[in-house]
């Protein structure tokens, strides 16, 4: 996914203040890292860190939606 994309999904979703991706791996501030990791999309980083730097916004848009989808069932 293009950083362009990531930014029309997080501009439609309610961000959290903080998440936890994986066991033992937590975002204090999803702001800064969704920042951060587009930053390094958009840059001239090597092609495996922006892979892994994508894989960790796929992963955050994930647990977000399934996190709003929980709530509009309650």
């Known amino acids: 996914m293009e950083p362009e994309e990531y930014e029309e999904i997080f501009s439609h979703l309610n ?8 066991p ?4 204090n ?8 990791h587009l930053l390094t999309l958009k840059g001239a980083g090597s092609q495996r860190q922006k892979e892994l730097h994508a894989m960790r916004l796929d992963r955050l848009v994930e647990l977000i939606k399934n996190n709003q989808q929980e709530d509009l069932k309650l």
């Open 24 to 27: 033992g791996v937590y975002i």
């Open 15 to 22: 961000l959290p203040k903080e998440a936890k991706l994986w």
């Open 29 to 36: 501030d999803v702001s800064k890292f969704i920042e951060s």
